[in-house]
């Protein structure tokens, strides 16, 4: 059974920082693995999304990369701002599988 | 292009109740979900589509049913609602299998049910 873990579960930075949130799975076997956003009381807006022949993916200051030898992603944000103050996501599709399995998050709060 | 849309944004419950949670989308998606997100937790899928009269169990179907009559419609229904199932819904669809797809969501319905 796929688990997916997200570490830390909340970082505070101050802005302009450089940071990076972790992702973790059991089960290799991944078709993709897609970043979230999550605004407090919002839905989930996809971030990127990395298909496992992948090794990375980059959308403006944010920069996601997969190694699925060893189970691992990692989302790196540039030059934090304020803005960017939400929960990320981390899910992964298994292969053979319709459905996402999601980690519990990483809350992040950048401070002016 | 609306996306995918979720109604009510809220709804209060009374143990026994029952509703239907709707949820559209306008992008001509085959495949359509359900998940629930419990507080501090991740989200766990309760039922999905892969297209029109045809849905599947997800890892949390108990308590819940779905239908799919048509591309665009895909509600939740919850009969003799619980405590347990307080929590926000959210509904999300995607264009096809596989690895190149993004899920996209609608903004959720927060139930409670006392």
């Known amino acids: 059974k796929q688990e997916v873990t997200q570490i830390p579960a909340a970082l505070s930075v101050p802005e302009g920082e450089n940071l990076v949130l972790n992702c973790s799975f059991t089960?290799?076997?991944?078709?993709?693995l897609q970043w979230f956003r999550q605004d407090p009381g919002k839905g989930l807006t996809s971030l990127l999304l990395?298909?496992?022949?992948?090794r990375e993916q980059t959308s403006g200051r944010l920069n996601a990369s997969l190694d699925k030898s060893s189970g691992r992603s990692t989302l790196y944000i540039a030059a934090s701002q304020p803005g960017d103050s939400a929960t990320y996501l981390c899910a992964v599709r298994s292969g053979g599988s319709e459905k996402l399995v999601f980690g519990k998050g990483t809350k992040l709060t950048v401070n002016p | 292009n609306a996306g995918v849309t979720q109604t009510p944004k809220f709804r209060i419950l009374k143990i026994g109740q029952s509703m239907t949670l709707q949820c559209a989308q306008d992008m001509n998606h085959n495949y359509m979900y359900w998940y629930r997100q419990d507080p501090g937790m991740g989200l766990k899928l309760i039922y999905y589509?892969?297209?029109?009269?045809?849905?599947d169990k997800g890892e949390v179907p108990n308590g819940y049913n779905v239908s799919r009559s048509t591309t665009e419609d895909f509600p939740l229904r919850l009969e003799l609602a619980a405590p347990s199932q307080t929590s926000v819904y959210f509904c999300?669809?995607?264009?096809?299998?596989?690895?190149?797809?993004?899920?996209?969501f609608g903004p959720g319905t927060r139930l409670t049910v006392t």
């Open positions: 589509s892969v297209g029109a009269g045809i849905t």
């Open positions: 089960d290799s076997a991944i078709y993709n």
């Open positions: 999300a669809s995607s264009p096809g299998y596989g690895g190149d797809y993004e899920q996209y």
């Open positions: 990395i298909q496992s022949s992948q």
